[in-house]
């Protein structure tokens, strides 16, 4: 089978951690083209993941020149919108990292650009594809839940600060762990209740621990002047059809309830949790049950003897909707919604106000 040939446009933490050792695990493409705007980086990278033939940028709009099938926008969220659309009107199908935007005005430009030229884009919300996601996704489409009325969203770190690349700039980030980590537990929450409607949310953001010099971080420690990003963030959104959804994320707080990238949901007729496993409670025969499926059997990867984690997973069904041969996961007009109710808790963290949705 002939490859696809990609472009990767920032070859930092997420490009080295997550995308290029799973673009050449899933083997349906080849890495040609590295851009960054720190060239050894882009050099490095070409190194370690390229062609012999890999061409190295360090500015995206050179790469984009390029005959590519796709792109990886993997750079600080400031720039996610610009260069996606840049891609998109440059005939380049895109993934781009999430989130998907650090505003809905920048995300609906992206979701425009992919209708107007037809290409594909996607985000990386890879915690879509984990087993216990997926069992879920499925239980809650056969009903067995019922309705879905109150939901939580969890991104908890105790003391987990990324202390490399950008990740404490405003500026070139967008916020802290509200749209770092709890961008993916939304994300999750909204996709299993199959509900992106909206009505208002209510938010508040904290500067609590980021001057503490005491840190005991677990990536070493941060330096308090630097750290100009909130440290934890929560969120209470209600949907059109009265659904509630709390989100709860920080990088650094103190407690035990400790969980990244899990959701809570209670339904009419059952409710299930991440806390230990997936687990489905309920009551039948007049008895409380709670079952937990064993997720380490066969039937929940996408693709029979492949790697199953889920940022293989991810390269997979983007590939195959590139070559027509699936459907994409996590759709654009998805991922938009998430970030226009991280923006509406930003913003009524600053306000004092709730934010309501038109």
Request: hydrophobic share 40%; charged share 25%; with cysteine.
């Amino acid at each position: 089978m002939e490859k696809l040939k990609v472009g990767i446009i920032g070859c930092g933490g997420i490009a080295n951690g997550k995308h290029m050792p799973a673009i050449k695990s899933a083997g349906y493409a080849d890495m040609v083209a590295f851009c960054d705007i720190i060239e050894e980086k882009a050099v490095k990278a070409s190194k370690e993941f390229g062609t012999e033939d890999a061409k190295v940028f360090t500015n995206y709009k050179e790469l984009l020149k390029e005959d590519l099938d796709a792109v990886y926008v993997c750079t600080p969220n400031r720039s996610h919108a610009a260069i996606t659309v840049d891609a998109l009107y440059g005939d380049k199908h895109v993934l781009c990292e999430k989130p998907m935007a650090i505003n809905y005005k920048e995300a609906c430009t992206m979701v425009d650009a992919a209708k107007e030229t037809g290409k594909i884009l996607t985000i990386g919300y890879q915690n879509r594809y984990r087993s216990d996601s997926q069992y879920l996704k499925k239980e809650c489409e056969e009903g067995v839940l019922g309705d879905i009325y109150y939901a939580k969203a969890k991104a908890i770190r105790r003391r987990a600060v990324p202390t490399w690349g950008v990740f404490l700039n405003e500026y070139e980030q967008g916020g802290g762990p509200l749209i770092d980590i709890g961008t993916h537990a939304l994300d999750l929450t909204l996709w299993t209740m199959n509900n992106y409607k909206p009505k208002y949310a209510v938010g508040t953001t904290y500067h609590k621990l980021n001057q503490d010099t005491d840190q005991g971080n677990a990536f070493g420690p941060w330096k308090p002047e630097e750290f100009s990003v909130e440290d934890s963030a929560f969120g209470f959104i209600v949907m059109e059809n009265g659904a509630t959804i709390t989100l709860e994320s920080s990088w650094a707080l103190n407690t035990l309830d400790v969980m990244e990238a899990k959701t809570v949901l209670c339904g009419t007729k059952a409710g299930a949790d991440m806390q230990d496993g997936l687990r489905i409670n309920g009551v039948k025969h007049d008895k409380q049950f709670v079952t937990k499926p064993n997720l380490e059997a066969g039937g929940v990867a996408f693709y029979e003897g492949q790697d199953a984690s889920p940022q293989v997973i991810e390269q997979t069904v983007f590939a195959n909707a590139i070559l027509g041969k699936g459907e994409l996961t996590v759709l654009p007009e998805q991922a938009a919604v998430v970030t226009r109710i991280l923006e509406a808790i930003y913003e009524s963290a600053k306000t004092g106000k709730p934010v309501y949705f038109d």
